[in-house]
């Protein structure tokens, strides 16, 4: 490339200002012309020189093996609106990892401390923050939310010399720990016992309910202190969330107590188990059936249910277990409230049941009679009718209460063998009472009412069924895993998907089917 200049300045501009002030300043103006000129006009041979410019960005971030023997594989995280996720595999120390990264500033700093990508260790058990620099002074700032195996707490459970848990009726010693993975406060190695627990879910599935007990009360997942644990498995319930939805309608409900429960992980002996769904057990207790030493927890259930040391009366309806307290048959205990429940019943299906000094209202709490079959109708579920689970209580002096709500994984349409896998129909209300009750229109017109009250709610239960399948996105993938549950039929389910959402999406829909079809029932009443 050639080019020429010739400068002649005038006489005039030449008699003001210093000959040479003025080259210089068209000096440093022509260089800039003439490179401009050399990039357009040169030919392809002609080098090109780029200026590095710094950012505030991380543009990958990653976990390699050979950085964390811990991990199974390497883990590549997702960038987004400075963010970054990823999840770390079951059995890697979250507090001890070394994190591989590219960035466009000068340099990365956490916690005070520059960050070389392979090299620092640092804690990501809990969010990490790190600020990425430029030698000019601007930064940007990521949040680091790195989730642990599924992102629930995972419970430890170890049995003397690693006994398997394979009966129902004798507790086998041990420990267990637990780690909150940020959610929850950790719990050191403490004793405990543990035993089956369930009918069909021991009997018939692979994976096993269970009850734990403590020596002292004890705290699990944020939930009063107290010595029994259930461990539901929650197995013929893809969706793993019918019983925690139907805790959630208690909640709404005026019913005195609901049970809590939470999600986690289960290991035992060293095994993944799968995950579970831990609640409190239904027992009188301080936080839980509040009746007192004098009150009375009752059970509607099944002959073949019982244990040995069980004691139950009938009412022409019912058999009824007593629950709590422990009592003997023929003591004053047991024949004031067996003279009760059958008095009550005997009144309600008399001919002035409907009397409101002297009929059923003189004997029972209305409002939680009403909340418990609403939720139990709802829900269609299939042991509400009239088979077990079914627990009502009483302090003496006081009116017989329904509740606590138990056992809803075969609700919402989840069996094959009865009209209760419908979202259509009647089901609870030919319960032997309900169906009674249901002849005095005083009470019908309270049941009307009160359903508008659960119908008004019903996009807050569609959002908790979201929420928690949001909640299990890493679970459910790892429990089927274990389990091999989606996509092949499972006892009871009527219907069955190849997906986790695919299953709560049906729940979905059979719950607002439902819905609308109790809503016009109700108003044809």
Not at 175 to 186: A, C, K, L, Q, R
Not at 331 to 348: A, K, R
Request: proline share 3%; with cysteine.
């Amino acid at each position: 490339c050639k080019f020429q200049f010739i400068f002649n300045p005038s006489t005039e501009i030449a008699d003001s200002i210093s000959f040479k002030q003025i080259v210089m300043k068209k000096f440093w103006s022509l260089l800039i012309i003439i490179q401009m000129m050399i990039f357009n006009s040169c030919g392809d041979e002609s080098p090109i020189i780029e200026l590095e410019v710094q950012g505030t960005e991380i543009t990958k971030f990653s976990f390699l093996v050979s950085d964390n023997p811990g991990l199974r594989s390497n883990t590549y995280a997702t960038i987004e609106n400075d963010v970054i996720q990823g999840r770390l595999s079951f059995g890697v120390d979250m507090k001890n990892m070394v994190a591989s990264f590219e960035h466009t500033g000068a340099q990365i700093m956490s916690n005070n401390q520059i960050q070389i990508s392979g090299k620092t260790l640092n804690d990501f058990s809990s969010i990490q923050n790190y600020q990425v620099t430029t030698d000019d002074g601007k930064s940007g700032q990521y949040e680091v939310d790195m989730t642990y195996f599924t992102g629930l707490p995972i419970v430890y459970i170890e049995t003397t010399n690693n006994e398997e848990i394979d009966s129902k009726d004798d507790y086998f010693t041990g420990s267990i720990s637990m780690e909150g993975v940020g959610y929850f406060t950790d719990l050191t190695s403490s004793t405990m016992k543990i035993r089956g627990r369930g009918n069909s879910t021991w009997g018939i599935h692979p994976k096993k309910p269970y009850q734990l007990k403590f020596s002292d009360k004890t705290e699990m997942l944020g939930m009063p202190k107290d010595k029994k644990w259930i461990f539901l498995a929650e197995f013929s319930d893809k969706s793993l969330i019918r019983n925690k939805i139907a805790f959630e309608m208690g909640y709404l409900s005026q019913l005195d107590y609901t049970p809590q429960s939470e999600f986690a992980e289960v290991v035992i002996n060293g095994n993944y188990n799968g995950i579970y769904n831990i609640s409190q057990k239904v027992e009188e207790s301080d936080h839980r059936v509040l009746i007192g030493d004098t009150g009375y927890l009752l059970e509607i259930d099944q002959l073949g249910r019982l244990d040995a040391d069980d004691v139950y009366f009938r009412t022409s309806k019912f058999l009824i277990n007593i629950k709590e307290p422990e009592t003997e048959y023929n003591s004053n205990e047991f024949n004031y409230v067996n003279d009760l429940i059958n008095e009550f019943e005997n009144v309600l299906m008399g001919s002035q049941f409907t009397d409101p000094n002297q009929g059923y209202a003189k004997y029972i709490d209305i409002d939680s009679f009403i909340d418990w079959y609403l939720i139990s109708e709802i829900t269609k579920n299939q042991d509400s009718r009239d088979f077990s689970s079914i627990f009502l209580n009483v302090i003496p002096g006081e009116k017989i209460k329904m509740g606590p709500l138990w056992d809803f994984d075969l609700a919402f349409g989840n069996v094959d063998y009865s009209e209760s896998e419908y979202p259509t129909g009647f089901w609870v209300k030919h319960h032997a009472w309900y169906d009674r009750l249901f002849q005095d229109e005083v009470f019908v017109e309270k049941v009307k009412n009160r359903f508008l009250y659960y119908k008004e709610n019903q996009s807050f239960i569609l959002e908790k069924m979201d929420y928690y399948a949001a909640q299990l996105r890493w679970s459910q993938y790892e429990n089927d895993l274990k389990w091999d549950l989606f996509g092949r039929y499972v006892w009871p389910n009527p219907v069955f998907f190849n997906s986790h959402q695919a299953e709560v999406d049906h729940l979905k829909s059979w719950y607002i089917e439902r819905m609308n079809w109790l809503d016009t029932a109700y108003k044809g009443m």
